[in-house]
């Protein structure tokens, strides 16, 4: 388990999610780390503590490389408690949200994304259904801090993670490596890849600081305005309208004076309606008769909490603000009578 929380994100690009598009087709972030794991010296590393292992507690308790990106890969299926372990590092109730939630509220300054650890934890136990199979659950008295945990995501999501201001910076990067990288991707030899970190394309950005837009404008924080954003959850209307005014200003400025983006997350994977075997549930337990239910029917906030984030917005060029402003607040007006 250990191993697996330390190596579990190895594979990312370089800014995290905010380049991934730009792994190569078919790729994801968990082959990367698949393949670090599996063939660097990381692989060494592992295979060295499982020879500890069998030493120390016999031939059945071997590590190697292959066992711990099987076990998170979700591949290894011929030992339940395996899929047990996976849980702690990938569901709804993972010790990798639970450490970058407020890590980067920390490091970000603000109060969204804090909750009460401590009682989360401790109200953690294990559900075991009729098949033997163990899962991972919480007591009746751990749901208000599951409640915050899971709204602390939420305001992160929304206040940080999908700030407007994040949005630009994560679409001049992906501009920038597009122009810099061979082909537009990151290279698929798991050692060229890896010459590919925050240093390095920081490094690529200043040499070419002169001749490319998007490294001046990231190095020398030169933001494009938004001009327009859509509510935090987009209806059928919402984007009707946010067509209409980006139609509208395209036609009006032209094309080239515009970037779009789109910010797009369900809060959580727990469907209002399961089975409690079910491989998303997070069974809780009530305190006096033992009852199993899953969370989403002892909680009406996770229950409420169904709707995906969808984000929209329109972002302008210095030299065409005052007029696309203008021509937003005449639509907008227009529309409210």
């Given at each position: ?28 972030h968990?082959d ?23 030493k ?14 099987s ?20 569901s ?27 009682r ?17 659950a ?79 404008r990231?190095?020398k924080?030169?933001?494009l ?27 009006r ?66 030299d ?18």
């Amino acid at each position: 388990m250990r191993i697996i929380a330390l190596v579990h994100d190895l594979g990312h690009a370089p800014f995290s999610h905010a380049s991934e598009e730009l792994l190569p087709d078919g790729f994801s972030h968990e082959d990367y780390t698949h393949m670090i794991v599996t063939q660097t010296e990381v692989a060494d590393c592992i295979s060295e503590i499982g020879e500890w292992f069998k030493k120390q507690y016999g031939e059945e308790y071997d590590i190697t490389p292959e066992l711990i990106s099987s076990i998170y890969k979700g591949e290894n299926i011929e030992n339940p408690d395996f899929i047990f372990l996976k849980k702690f590092m990938d569901s709804e109730l993972d010790c990798d949200k639970m450490d970058y939630l407020l890590r980067d509220s920390l490091y970000c300054g603000v109060s969204y994304g804090k909750f009460d650890l401590e009682r989360l934890i401790n109200t953690f136990t294990v559900w075991e259904n009729e098949e033997g199979v163990l899962y991972l659950a919480i007591e009746k008295g751990g749901m208000h801090a599951f409640e915050e945990f899971v709204l602390a995501r939420y305001f992160m999501f929304t206040q940080v993670y999908f700030h407007k201001t994040r949005g630009f910076l994560d679409n001049a990067l992906l501009y920038f490596l597009k122009g810099v990288l061979p082909n537009g991707k990151y290279p698929e030899d798991i050692q060229e890849f890896l010459k590919y970190d925050d240093i390095y394309v920081l490094e690529l950005m200043k040499q070419n600081i002169k001749q490319n837009e998007w490294a001046e404008r990231i190095l020398k924080r030169k933001i494009l305005s938004k001009v327009y954003e859509t509510p935090v959850h987009t209806s059928e209307k919402d984007r009707q309208i946010f067509n209409l005014i980006k139609n509208n200003l395209v036609e009006r400025i032209g094309e080239e004076y515009f970037i779009l983006d789109s910010a797009d997350k369900l809060v959580h994977q727990m469907p209002v309606r399961y089975e409690l075997d079910s491989e998303k549930a997070i069974p809780v337990i009530t305190e006096n008769d033992k009852k199993v239910i899953p969370v989403s029917v002892a909680s009406e906030v996770i229950r409420k909490m169904t709707e995906p984030i969808n984000i929209k917005r329109i972002y302008v060029y210095e030299d065409k603000k005052e007029e696309a402003i203008k021509i937003v607040s005449e639509m907008m007006e227009k529309m409210s009578k």
